[in-house]
C-alpha cells in the first residue's frame, strides 16, 4: 500500500490585534522541507499558517499541507510520523479518505475524538491545529520532545515554528542569561527557560491553545502519572528478557515504513547493532547501512560495523573521512546549528554520509543508553546518594574533599538527589565558575519522576530530560533536517520507555553495560560488539582543532569573548594550548561564539507573497 508522509517544517502566527503582518519567514526552514511548500491564512486574517515538505512516503496531492479536514472545520500543519495511523482509521465513522497519509488521519481523529486522540498516537510529531468554530488554534508536541516546537508571545501575537530562527528579530541581541549559563555549564541551551525574550520550547508532551484575544492555557497531555509505571510486578529474568526482544522489535518494525527506501547508522555499538538486526530480518538487502570510519584506528569501529552488517544482510556502505576534508563539514555544520551545541558536529558528519547516498530516512539507536543503563552515571551516582542523607553543611564540605573533577561538578548544588546527581554529572563548568563569570548557576530542570521507580529509573528519567532532549535530540533535528534527512528513533518509542522504565532495576543490572538489552538479544549480536569497551561514534576533534580547525576555532573563540564581555573563553585557550583540558572546554565557546555571530547576521523581512485564504 502506497501512503502519503512528510517530514517538514512548520510556522505559524496567531496574531492577538487586527495585523497579522509581518508575516514569519517560511523560507528561513526551507532545507527542512526542500521537496514543497504551503501557506494558509484563515478567512478572519488573523492567523497564518506554513508548511515546507519533505516527502518520505507518496507525495500525492491528498498529502499537502497545509491540510483541511473533511468538515473543513479544522485546518493542519503536521511534522512528524505516526506509525500506527492507518490502525487508527478503524476508530472514526469515516470512509470518505482522499490519500494513505498519517496527516489526514490526524485531522479526522481529532474531529472526531478531540485531544483525547494524542493518547493514542505513536510516533514523533509537531503540529498545529486550527479551529474555525471559535477560531482557536492548538499546538501540540509529542511525549519526549523527538520533534521540536518553538514560540514566541508578545502582546500583539504568538508566532510558532519548528526551529528559532524565524522566531527572532533585530531586538535579539544577546540570549537570556539562564540560556548562556546552561550553555557553558551543559554545552546545550536551556530546554525549558526562555532562549530569547518571549522564546520558549513547547514542553515535551503538552499543549498550548490559545485563541485571537490572547488567552492561553497549557497542559501536559502526557505525564509520569498518566503512565503505567507503578504497581511493580515481580517476574523472573526470562520474562523481562523476552519482553524487552518483543517490545524493540515491534519498535524498530513499525519504524520502518517509506516509500524512498531506508538507512541507518552503524557505529558497531550495542543500540545501532541491535536496531540493524532486527531491520535486516525485515528488509534484506533493502536495508542500507553507513559507517563512518577514520584513518586514526583509536577512532575506527569499521570492522565491527562490518560484521553487524554481513549478518543483517544489509547493503553496507564504509566511508572514510579524512580531516581535510572533514573541515569544511564541521563549519557546515556549525553554521546550520538552530542553538549552539558542544556535540552535534558527529550527527551532522554521518547524516550528510547518509544524505549523499541519496537516503532520506535513516534509523538511530539514540535512548538505548538512557533506558538499559550505557552511561557511566548508572554506576556512579547510587554511590553517591548516600549525600541526600546528611545536613546541607556537612554534604558541602564532604564535597570539597572529593577528587577536583567530581568536585567541580557537585559543588554548590541545590541538593544531592540521583535526579540532581544524574544532571550535574553532565556539567563542563561548575556554579562557582559560572558566578565568578557573572552567569547565574546554570541549574537544569527535571521534572519530577514517575512515582514508584526505583533508583536506576530515576537515573534514567533525568538523562533523559536533562541531557537527551534538550542534547541529543536537538541535536538529531537541527544537524539531519539541516540536510534533509529524517532520523527515527525506535527506542523512544513511548510504549517501549514506560515499560522499561518499570522494570526492577535488579533486573536491568549485572555484569558490564546494558545487560538486559544485550541478554535480549545475544543470540543475534556478534561478541565483538558488547565484549569490548564502550566506544561510540567518536571524533578527532582535539586533533582537528589543533590542526585544520585551529583558525576556525579561534575565531569562534575571540567573538564569544567580544560579543560576551567575558575573558573565560580566553583562558580556555590557554588552558586547551597547554593540553590541560579536554578539547570540550574550548570548543564550546567556539561554537557559542560562531553562532552568535550567524544570529546577528540573520537577515528579518516583512516582504509577504501571495498565499490562500480559506
Same mark, same amino acid.
Given at each position: 500500500?502506497?501512503?502519503?508522509?512528510?517530514?517538514?517544517?512548520?510556522?505559524?502566527?496567531?496574531?492577538?490585534?487586527?495585523?497579522?503582518?509581518?508575516?514569519?519567514?517560511?523560507?528561513?526552514?526551507?532545507?527542512?522541507?526542500?521537496?514543497?511548500?504551503?501557506?494558509?491564512?484563515?478567512?478572519?486574517?488573523?492567523?497564518?499558517?506554513?508548511?515546507?515538505?519533505?516527502?518520505?512516503?507518496?507525495?500525492?496531492?491528498?498529502?499537502?499541507?497545509?491540510? /483541511?479536514?473533511?468538515?473543513?472545520?479544522?485546518?493542519?500543519?503536521?511534522?512528524?510520523?505516526?506509525?500506527?495511523?492507518?490502525?487508527?482509521?478503524?476508530?472514526?465513522?469515516?470512509?470518505?479518505?482522499?490519500?494513505?497519509?498519517?496527516?489526514?488521519?490526524?485531522?479526522?481523529?481529532?474531529?472526531?475524538?478531540?485531544?483525547?486522540?494524542?493518547?493514542?498516537?505513536?510516533?514523533?510529531?509537531?503540529?498545529?491545529?486550527?479551529?474555525?468554530?471559535? %477560531?482557536?488554534?492548538?499546538?501540540?508536541?509529542?511525549?519526549?520532545?523527538?520533534?521540536?516546537?518553538?514560540?514566541?508571545?508578545?502582546?500583539?501575537?504568538?508566532?510558532?515554528?519548528?526551529?528559532?530562527?524565524?522566531?527572532?528579530?533585530?531586538?535579539?541581541?544577546?540570549?537570556?542569561?539562564?540560556?548562556?549559563?546552561?550553555?557553558?555549564?551543559?554545552?546545550?541551551?536551556?530546554?525549558?527557560?526562555?532562549?530569547?525574550?518571549?522564546? %520558549?520550547?513547547?514542553?515535551?508532551?503538552?499543549?498550548?491553545?490559545?485563541?485571537?484575544?490572547?488567552?492561553?492555557?497549557?497542559?501536559?497531555?502526557?505525564?509520569?502519572?498518566?503512565?503505567?509505571?507503578?504497581?511493580?510486578?515481580?517476574?523472573?529474568?526470562?520474562?523481562?528478557?523476552?519482553?524487552?526482544?518483543?517490545?524493540?522489535?515491534?519498535?524498530?518494525?513499525?519504524?520502518?515504513?517509506?516509500?524512498?527506501?531506508?538507512?541507518?547508522?552503524?557505529?558497531?555499538?550495542?543500540?545501532?547493532?541491535?536496531?540493524?538486526?532486527?531491520?535486516?530480518?525485515?528488509?534484506?538487502?533493502?536495508?542500507?547501512?553507513?559507517?563512518?570510519?577514520?584513518?586514526?584506528?583509536?577512532?575506527?569501529?569499521?570492522?565491527?560495523?562490518?560484521?553487524?552488517?554481513?549478518?543483517?544482510?544489509?547493503?553496507?556502505?564504509?566511508?572514510?573521512?579524512?580531516?581535510?576534508?572533514?573541515?569544511?563539514?564541521?563549519?557546515?555544520?556549525?553554521?546550520?546549528?538552530?542553538?549552539?551545541?558542544?556535540?552535534?558536529?558527529?550527527?551532522?558528519?554521518?547524516?550528510?554520509?547518509?544524505?549523499?547516498?541519496?537516503?532520506?530516512?535513516?534509523?538511530?539507536?539514540?535512548?538505548?543508553?538512557?533506558?538499559?543503563?550505557?552511561?557511566?552515571?548508572?554506576? %556512579?551516582?547510587?554511590?553517591?546518594?548516600?549525600?541526600?542523607?546528611?545536613?546541607?553543611?556537612?554534604?558541602? /564540605?564532604?564535597?570539597?574533599?572529593?577528587?577536583?573533577?567530581?568536585?567541580?561538578?557537585?559543588?554548590?548544588?541545590?541538593?544531592?538527589?540521583?535526579?540532581?546527581?544524574?544532571?550535574?554529572?553532565?556539567?563542563?563548568?561548575?556554579?562557582?565558575?559560572?558566578?565568578?563569570?557573572?552567569?547565574?548557576?546554570?541549574?537544569?530542570?527535571?521534572?519530577?519522576?514517575?512515582?514508584?521507580?526505583?533508583?536506576?529509573?530515576?537515573?534514567?528519567?533525568?538523562?533523559?530530560?536533562?541531557?537527551?532532549?534538550?542534547?541529543?535530540?536537538?541535536?538529531?533535528?537541527?544537524?539531519?533536517?539541516?540536510?534533509?534527512?529524517?532520523?527515527?528513533?525506535?527506542?523512544?518509542?513511548?510504549?517501549?520507555?514506560?515499560?522499561?522504565?518499570?522494570?526492577? /532495576?535488579?533486573?536491568?543490572?549485572?555484569?558490564?553495560?546494558?545487560?538486559?538489552?544485550?541478554?535480549?538479544?545475544?543470540?543475534?549480536?556478534?561478541?565483538?560488539?558488547?565484549?569490548?569497551?564502550?566506544?561510540?561514534?567518536?571524533?578527532?576533534?582535539?586533533?582537528?582543532?589543533?590542526?585544520?580547525?585551529?583558525?576556525?576555532?579561534?575565531?569562534?573563540?575571540?567573538?564569544?569573548?567580544?560579543?560576551?564581555?567575558?575573558?573565560?573563553?580566553?583562558?580556555?585557550?590557554?588552558?586547551?594550548?597547554?593540553?590541560?583540558?579536554?578539547?570540550?572546554?574550548?570548543?564550546?565557546?567556539?561554537?557559542?561564539?560562531?553562532?552568535?555571530?550567524?544570529?546577528?547576521?540573520?537577515?528579518?523581512?516583512?516582504?509577504?507573497?501571495?498565499?490562500?485564504?480559506?
Amino acid at each position: 500500500m502506497k501512503l502519503d508522509t512528510f517530514m517538514c517544517g512548520i510556522i505559524g502566527k496567531i496574531a492577538f490585534s487586527k495585523s497579522i503582518l509581518p508575516l514569519p519567514q517560511i523560507d528561513l526552514i526551507r532545507h527542512r522541507g526542500p521537496d514543497g511548500k504551503g501557506e494558509w491564512i484563515n478567512c478572519e486574517g488573523n492567523i497564518y499558517f506554513g508548511h515546507t515538505r519533505l516527502a518520505i512516503l507518496e507525495p500525492t496531492q491528498a498529502g499537502y499541507q497545509p491540510m /483541511q479536514s473533511s468538515s473543513k472545520r479544522f485546518t493542519i500543519i503536521f511534522n512528524g510520523e505516526i506509525y500506527n495511523h492507518l490502525n487508527l482509521r478503524s476508530l472514526i465513522p469515516f470512509n470518505s479518505w482522499h490519500g494513505t497519509s498519517d496527516t489526514e488521519t490526524l485531522i479526522e481523529l481529532l474531529e472526531f475524538m478531540g485531544t483525547k486522540a494524542l493518547s493514542l498516537l505513536k510516533g514523533m510529531f509537531a503540529f498545529a491545529l486550527h479551529d474555525s468554530v471559535d %477560531n482557536s488554534v492548538l499546538l501540540v508536541r509529542d511525549r519526549l520532545g523527538i520533534k521540536p516546537l518553538w514560540v514566541r508571545f508578545d502582546a500583539a501575537a504568538c508566532t510558532f515554528a519548528s526551529e528559532i530562527k524565524p522566531l527572532l528579530n533585530p531586538d535579539d541581541k544577546l540570549p537570556s542569561s539562564q540560556a548562556i549559563s546552561e550553555f557553558v555549564a551543559f554545552g546545550r541551551m536551556t530546554g525549558v527557560d526562555e532562549i530569547f525574550s518571549g522564546v %520558549n520550547a513547547v514542553s515535551p508532551g503538552s499543549l498550548i491553545k490559545l485563541n485571537n484575544k490572547g488567552e492561553i492555557k497549557t497542559e501536559n497531555w502526557w505525564t509520569p502519572e498518566s503512565a503505567p509505571l507503578a504497581k511493580l510486578i515481580p517476574y523472573n529474568q526470562n520474562y523481562y528478557v523476552q519482553k524487552v526482544n518483543k517490545l524493540v522489535k515491534s519498535s524498530v518494525t513499525e519504524h520502518l515504513i517509506s516509500d524512498v527506501g531506508v538507512g541507518a547508522f552503524l557505529s558497531g555499538g550495542i543500540d545501532s547493532s541491535i536496531i540493524v538486526l532486527v531491520a535486516g530480518k525485515e528488509l534484506g538487502k533493502n536495508l542500507k547501512t553507513f559507517t563512518v570510519g577514520f584513518h586514526e584506528k583509536a577512532f575506527d569501529e569499521r570492522k565491527v560495523a562490518r560484521k553487524v552488517a554481513q549478518k543483517a544482510g544489509s547493503e553496507h556502505f564504509e566511508i572514510e573521512v579524512s580531516e581535510e576534508s572533514c573541515v569544511s563539514w564541521v563549519k557546515e555544520a556549525v553554521y546550520n546549528l538552530d542553538l549552539p551545541s558542544v556535540d552535534a558536529i558527529n550527527t551532522y558528519i554521518v547524516s550528510k554520509v547518509v544524505r549523499e547516498q541519496g537516503m532520506k530516512v535513516a534509523l538511530s539507536g539514540l535512548g538505548g543508553d538512557e533506558l538499559f543503563g550505557g552511561y557511566p552515571s548508572f554506576k %556512579n551516582v547510587p554511590l553517591l546518594t548516600w549525600l541526600s542523607a546528611l545536613p546541607k553543611r556537612y554534604s558541602e /564540605q564532604l564535597v570539597k574533599l572529593m577528587p577536583k573533577q567530581l568536585k567541580q561538578k557537585l559543588s554548590g548544588l541545590n541538593g544531592f538527589s540521583a535526579a540532581e546527581l544524574t544532571v550535574s554529572r553532565r556539567r563542563f563548568t561548575s556554579v562557582s565558575e559560572l558566578c565568578k563569570m557573572g552567569l547565574s548557576t546554570g541549574h537544569s530542570y527535571v521534572p519530577p519522576p514517575p512515582e514508584g521507580v526505583d533508583k536506576m529509573a530515576i537515573i534514567s528519567w533525568a538523562e533523559i530530560y536533562g541531557y537527551m532532549i534538550p542534547l541529543l535530540l536537538r541535536d538529531s533535528d537541527q544537524m539531519s533536517m539541516a540536510l534533509g534527512l529524517e532520523i527515527r528513533v525506535p527506542f523512544l518509542d513511548h510504549h517501549l520507555v514506560e515499560e522499561v522504565l518499570k522494570i526492577p /532495576q535488579s533486573y536491568k543490572k549485572g555484569y558490564g553495560v546494558k545487560p538486559l538489552l544485550i541478554d535480549a538479544f545475544r543470540s543475534d549480536l556478534p561478541r565483538e560488539v558488547y565484549n569490548r569497551p564502550k566506544q561510540g561514534f567518536v571524533l578527532p576533534m582535539e586533533n582537528w582543532m589543533r590542526g585544520h580547525l585551529a583558525e576556525f576555532t579561534e575565531e569562534g573563540i575571540y567573538a564569544a569573548a567580544d560579543l560576551l564581555g567575558l575573558s573565560e573563553p580566553l583562558r580556555q585557550r590557554e588552558i586547551f594550548m597547554k593540553g590541560q583540558s579536554h578539547w570540550t572546554r574550548l570548543w564550546l565557546w567556539s561554537v557559542l561564539g560562531h553562532w552568535l555571530l550567524n544570529h546577528k547576521a540573520i537577515p528579518v523581512e516583512t516582504s509577504t507573497s501571495n498565499i490562500g485564504i480559506s
